[in-house]
């Protein structure tokens, strides 16, 4: 039985359940914040399509800034649900040149834009507004982001029933005081379970709620005033 299982090993044919990271750090590139690198062991993938679940506008783009301006190459954004701030763009100090955004009437359109994209090579990272998803749909464009070295990010809102997508990567966003908190639903070749809260009153304290210290100072009535 040994034997067997050995035999197995050497053809790559069994998967350790405790293996979170793969042996070739390269797969991966940091997303600039250590604490949801930890969780991802590592960063997000090179390529592949990323699931993130998320409402609108609770701070999931400010979460790849610091991915984002780590990027060379055309960044690519489809379908966004609003007219994109060119204010926040520009105060991550990424060149507006390299931003290009695709506003599409159907599904259909907006699923071939993100294929052609993807596989062009000439981009590095696609960002993805849709909300539902089909199998086929999503091979497709995992095989067009390995073939151009391109990383999809798809925002979805919240899937009350989940279809098991091939997914590289699915994370549930939700927002909190100080943030933002990550849920890892789904990580191919790792651990799918996990969250992290990411604070944002550093980098963003215009946009979190102070911390409130609390105050257990006891201020005496004044004699004169006691009844």
């Not at 749909?137 to 070295?149: F, I, M, N, T």
Request: proline share 5%.
């Amino acid at each position: 039985m040994q034997n067997i299982i050995q035999t197995l090993k050497n053809q790559q044919l069994i998967w350790h359940a405790n293996s979170t990271r793969c042996a070739n750090e390269s797969r991966y590139q940091t997303s600039g914040i250590d604490e949801l690198d930890k969780l991802l062991g590592g960063g997000f993938p090179q390529h592949g399509v990323v699931e993130m679940e998320s409402a609108l506008g609770i701070g999931e783009l400010r979460l790849l800034a610091n991915y984002l301006k780590q990027q060379q190459d055309l960044i690519v954004l489809i379908h966004p649900p609003a007219v994109l701030n060119a204010a926040f763009w520009r105060n991550m100090d990424f060149p507006l040149a390299n931003c290009l955004v695709i506003h599409s009437v159907s599904t259909k359109e907006a699923l071939w834009a993100a294929e052609q994209c993807l596989k062009s090579g000439v981009c590095r990272t696609v960002l993805l507004w849709q909300e539902e998803m089909e199998i086929h749909q999503v091979k497709r464009l995992q095989v067009a982001s390995e073939q151009g070295g391109c990383v999809l990010f798809m925002f979805r809102p919240y899937q009350s029933h989940r279809l098991s997508l091939p997914l590289s990567l699915s994370l549930r966003l939700s927002p909190t005081e100080h943030g933002i908190h990550v849920e890892l639903l789904k990580r191919r070749g790792g651990w799918g379970e996990g969250a992290v809260d990411i604070d944002y009153h550093s980098q963003y304290p215009h946009l979190t709620l102070a911390s409130q210290i609390p105050n257990h100072t006891v201020i005496p009535f004044p004699v004169a005033m006691q009844g």
